[in-house]
């Protein structure tokens, strides 16, 4: 009953941003935490940023601080993650998250999962 719907992938050439979105349905976005995370061909699905509650509380992980800003509106039950600066190695599948609080970047936190929205990013 829980859903979670991503949008905003593409293509981007190296340097440019892109925003994704998490449309959030069978529950308010309020509830719980919530989180992105990515994974590429071969690798681990690895956390990239996570919010809690209120959206006041906030992590990233290191190889994208400083170039990615997560944030939420609870009213439109809506997750977003601002990106920068894109480099190559940001291509991956991008998942949102509901997640268990507070805000943890590792999936085992992870109550339900989206079903993902590619980001290619060329150089």
Known sequence: QVQL????????????SLRLSCAASGYSDSDA????????????????????RH??????AD?????????????????????????PEDAAMYYCARMFCPPILSP???????QGTQVTVSS
């Not at 935490?33 to 809690?52: L, V």
Request: aromatic share 8%.
């Open 5 to 16: 719907v991503e949008s905003g992938g593409g293509s981007v050439q190296a340097g440019g």
């Open 63 to 87: 190889s994208v601080k400083g170039r990615v800003t997560i944030s939420r509106d609870n009213v439109k039950n809506t997750v977003y993650l601002q990106m920068n600066r894109l480099k």
């Open 108 to 114: 085992r936190a992870v109550h339900t999962w989206g």
């Open 55 to 60: 959206g006041t509380d906030t992590k990233y």
């Open 33 to 52: 935490c919530m989180g992105w995370f990515r994974q590429a061909p071969g690798k681990e699905r690895e956390g990239i940023a996570a919010i809690d």
